[in-house]
Each structure stands twice: as C-alpha cells, then as structure tokens.
C-alpha cells in the first residue's frame, strides 16, 4: 500500500481545502485523528497510507474526493478527445460544426450533471454540519453533567471522609467510656446489681422530706378526721409526727434509712420502697396512737370518778 509524506499529505489537505498548516496535520497525528506511523528513519518522520489519508479527507469535506474524480476523468476525456481531433484528417466544415455541436452538447450535460451532483453534496455537507453542530451541543452538555457529577462525588468523598474520622472518633471515646465503666463484682453478678445500683440506692436513701410536704400529705390522709382538730392542735400535731421521722436538717432519720434505698417503720417491723407510702403509714398510725391515748385517759378519768 503507497504511503505518503507529511508534505505530501499537506499537499492533499491544501488540495481539498483542508488546511494549510503543517502544525494542525502534525496536531491531528499526535491527537489520534488521523492515523500515521514514524518511518524507520527518522528524517523522513511520520507516513500516512493512501487508505488512512482518503479516509480522512472523507470524514472532513465528504463527496468532494469524488467530485474531483468526476472532474479529472472529464479533463481527461476532453484531452483525448482534443488530441484525437488533432491528430485525424480534415473534415468538411458542415461536419466539424455538428461535431462540435454534438460535443458542446454533450459537454453541456456532463456539466449540468456534475452540478446536479455538486448541489446534492453541497446539501449533504450542510445536513452534516448541522448533525455536527447537534453533537457538539450536546457534547458541551454531556462535558457540564460530568463535570457536576464530579464535584458532585468529590463533595461525596469529603462527607465520607469526615463520617469516617467521626465514627472512629466515637469508637475511640466508647472504648475509653467502656475502660473507665465500674466493673461488676462477682456478688453483683448473682444478684444482678453492680455498684452503680448501689450508689443510685444510696442517692435515693438521701432524699429530704420538707415540712410542708409531710403537712401537706397529713391533711389528706386525716381528711375525714380534720373536723376533730382546731388549726393549731392539728398543726401541732403534724409537726410532732415530722419529728418523729425527720432531723433537723429536714431528712429522713438515718436509723429509718434501710440499704436498698427503702424506709424503715417507726411503729412496725415493715420497709416501704416508696416515700409517699411511708409518709402515709407514719401518719395514720400516729393519729391512731393519739385515739387510743384519749380513750385511754378518758377511762382513767372515769374510773377515778
């Protein structure tokens, strides 16, 4: 297969009115656009085959190769026919005016045929153009999505990156949190408690218990029975059973205190998880005592009598 130089493959380019630079054919080669190989010898440079050149000059001006093919065989043939005339004998006058009609003629149609076929490969070159022109738009389009997509997947990275730091982050202070967590002794374990649960016990066993709050819950649960006091011997009266349950520093007595964060019953051998229910039971069992005082002193009276 005949291989051509970067001259003349210039010469061809400038022929079908490609170009006439010698650096955009040597852009174009080192591009991938149009396919040559270095020669063996490095002066003579890059060589394009016959193939790779025509079907380049194809892709960029299409149907003009075979323009110029119509157009030299018709050179050609108006050569031959030229010479021919030359070279046969005379003929009358009449007959070289017919043929000379008859060649006009037939030149006037092989003219008027190679503009048909020039209009129809000019229309196809503006159709292709135009597709061109789609495709670059639409390419500039294709370059814009990708290119949001990578900032896109970039801002993606970023946000992994630093969801990875955290995790590891909270994994780091989790096991420092476990490290320093109380460990369950082997008691605990039986029972089910660690030592947590014996300091929130102890929290409990800590709690106050106001004077007003134990007045309050006194009148609620004597209800029934506040008819039978004035103001002050009721009043009296609630402040001699706080006392009963309660230090000066308004808390539960320490010896009414039990472990497991319950309270122990001044009057009976019973513990109450709960504050209200002590305060309740110490408070209708001292109401109930002072009945039986009264009963009792109203016998004695009576008996003195």
């Known amino acids: 297969m005949k291989e051509y130089s970067l001259d003349e493959v210039l010469g061809f380019f400038e022929e079908y009115y490609i170009t006439q630079s010698q650096q955009m054919v040597s852009r174009w080669i080192r591009h991938g656009k149009l396919n040559a190989t270095r020669s063996d010898y490095r002066k003579d440079g890059y060589r394009v085959s016959e193939e790779d050149l025509f079907e380049f000059i194809e892709e960029q001006r299409p149907g003009l190769r075979k323009i110029y093919d119509i157009y030299k065989d018709h050179i050609k043939q108006l050569r031959s026919q030229r010479i021919e005339q030359e ?5 009358s006058e009449a007959t070289q005016v017919n ?20 209009i129809n490969l000019e229309s196809k070159i503006t159709d292709l153009e135009y597709d061109k022109q789609l495709n670059n738009e639409k390419m500039l389009e294709i370059l814009e999505q990708n290119s949001s997509l990578e900032e896109e997947v970039n801002t993606l990275t970023e946000d992994k990156n630093t969801y990875i730091q955290l995790n590891k982050k909270l994994n780091e202070e989790n096991k420092q949190l476990k490290d320093a967590a109380p460990t369950m002794t082997k008691s605990d ?6 030592k947590n649960t014996t300091d929130r016990a102890r929290a409990k066993i800590n709690s106050t218990l106001t004077l007003d709050e134990f007045k309050k ?9 506040i008819d039978k006091f004035s103001e002050k011997e009721l009043d009296e009266h609630l402040i001699n059973a706080y006392n009963i349950v309660s230090d000066e520093s308004s808390n539960i007595k320490k010896e009414l205190l039990i ?6 019953s001044p009057y009976i051998d019973k513990p ?13 069992h001292y109401f109930k ?8 002193t109203e016998e004695k009276a009576v008996a003195n009598e």
């Open 259 to 264: 472990k497991d964060g319950s309270f122990k």
């Open 217 to 225: 819950a006194g009148k609620k649960v004597i209800s029934t029975q």
């Open 272 to 284: 109450y998880k709960q504050q209200k229910r002590f305060v309740t039971h110490v408070i209708e």
């Open 99 to 118: 043929e000379i009609k008859s060649e006009e003629e037939i030149h006037e149609m092989e003219i008027n045929q190679f503009k048909d076929e020039v």
């Open 189 to 194: 374990e039986k029972n089910g408690k660690s």
């Open 289 to 296: 005592n002072l009945d039986v005082k009264k009963e009792s």
């Open 87 to 91: 070279t046969r004998p005379q003929l």
